[in-house]
């Protein structure tokens, strides 16, 4: 993906693929509805699991992984749909899937039109169109009726072809005419006991040098790969309540530069469709000041004349995630692709706002942390990436 200074401001001051999420409706909860139940299938696998935890045999999850690419500013994945490959944008922070933003995305033989239209606004970007299901297919996995939008219009999406969306299910509220809510592709792979557990490990690698477009990530379905981190993951409940609960909510104890503490506590979202490492205003400028910066008007990065020195850290509950300058500091091998200038320094870090979510721990973060997204035990997990 090729991208101009012009690209790096938006992606600086926007999520590229969060989408604004419509006001929160009530609705009666029904009582004779089971929420963990999803078919019959899932009904016999359960009971088998249960047996084998009593008879003390070890559980064999049953899931799939497939590459994917760091193209810099995203992460994208070759997603089969009705036989035809499409390249997506991976986002944890939305939960359509949707194609056609570069080429007519028209039903297969297989797919079938629901008549229904689809719409959707992200923080730098949109698109609109009408939904059919089709099968899709990733890391030799298939949902028979995936819910597809194909696009009619869209913007903001310059060589991708649009996104697989794997953030919670409430996130399509509203999205499609003729349904309340559409079934993620995570979902459907979990009701059709494709996996055994509702489970997405992530893992992407920093791009090499200058290169752009490193098919360095990995995309595990219903489980993790233990080869892709070291140590043990550690887990944080996701959030209930607030404006970051219908995301990959997550409550942060503190930011920290150096021995700095540039806020005590915040909440905010994981999202893998965002470039950089957004943070609350005050804690933002808490940093520019320890760490003798400023925000760069042409580019709108944090910028130093001085390259910082000291470590920049989340803390998770009772755990601390450390970036280290070169890992949370633009490449210097990168300034052209960007527009840059020479002689400077700019930190993947920048300001999210003084209220609603104003801190989403992006692709600068999580390509140094191996990340987990679980959704039948509502948490996140991350692990130092090996």
Do not use: H
């Not at 001085?306 to 998770?316: E, G, L, Q, R, V």
């Not at 692709?337 to 400077?344: D, H, I, P, R, T």
């Not at 700019?346 to 390509?367: C, M, P, R």
Request: net charge neutral; glycine share 12%; charged share 15%.
């Amino acid at each position: 993906m090729l991208f101009s200074s012009i690209a790096i401001v938006a992606a600086a001051t926007a999520a590229l693929a969060s989408p604004v999420k419509p006001s929160a409706k009530t609705a009666a909860l029904s009582v004779k509805r089971v929420s963990n139940v999803k078919s019959l299938k899932n009904i016999v696998q359960k009971g088998q699991a249960r047996i084998n935890k009593i008879n003390g045999v070890k559980d064999i999850e049953a899931r799939a992984s497939g590459p994917a690419t760091n193209e810099d500013v995203s992460y994208v994945a070759s997603v089969t749909i009705g036989g035809k490959s499409w390249d997506l944008i991976v986002d944890t922070g939305s939960s359509n899937t949707w194609c056609g933003a570069q080429s007519s995305c028209e039903p297969s033989s297989t797919g079938k039109s629901t008549g229904g239209s689809v719409q959707v606004s992200y923080g730098s970007g949109s698109f609109s169109g009408t939904e059919y299901k089709d099968t899709v297919s990733f890391g030799g996995l298939t949902v028979t009726s995936q819910s597809v939008g194909a696009a009619r219009s869209s913007s903001g999406f310059s060589g991708v072809d649009g996104i697989i969306g794997f953030g919670p299910v409430d996130l399509t509220e509203d999205t499609v005419s003729n349904a309340n809510t559409v079934p993620t592709f995570l979902d459907n792979l979990y009701s059709q006991g494709s996996i055994s557990t509702e489970v997405l490990g992530v893992s992407f690698k920093p791009e090499s040098g200058s290169d752009s477009d490193d098919t360095n990530g990995e995309l595990t379905l219903g489980g993790t790969d233990s080869s892709k981190y070291t140590g043990s993951l550690t887990y944080f409940s996701t959030l209930k309540s607030g404006s970051a609960a219908p995301y990959w909510g997550i409550s942060i104890a503190s930011f920290t530069y150096g021995s700095t503490t540039l806020a005590s506590s915040a909440t905010g979202i994981v999202d893998t469709g965002t470039t950089l490492i957004y943070i609350p205003t005050k804690a933002y400028n808490a940093f520019l000041s320890a760490a003798g910066g400023k925000t760069d008007s042409s580019s709108g990065l944090a910028v130093f004349s001085k390259a910082p020195t000291s470590n920049f850290a989340i803390k998770f509950g009772s755990t601390t995630y450390t970036l280290t300058p070169s890992q949370y500091l633009v490449p210097t091998s990168q300034y052209s692709f960007y527009g840059l200038s020479s002689g400077k320094y700019y930190a993947w870090i920048n300001d999210g706002g003084s209220s609603g979510v104003n801190t989403i721990i992006g692709q600068k973060f999580l390509e140094n942390y191996y990340s987990v997204f679980d959704t039948t035990n509502g948490r996140i997990g991350f692990a130092t990436a090996a």
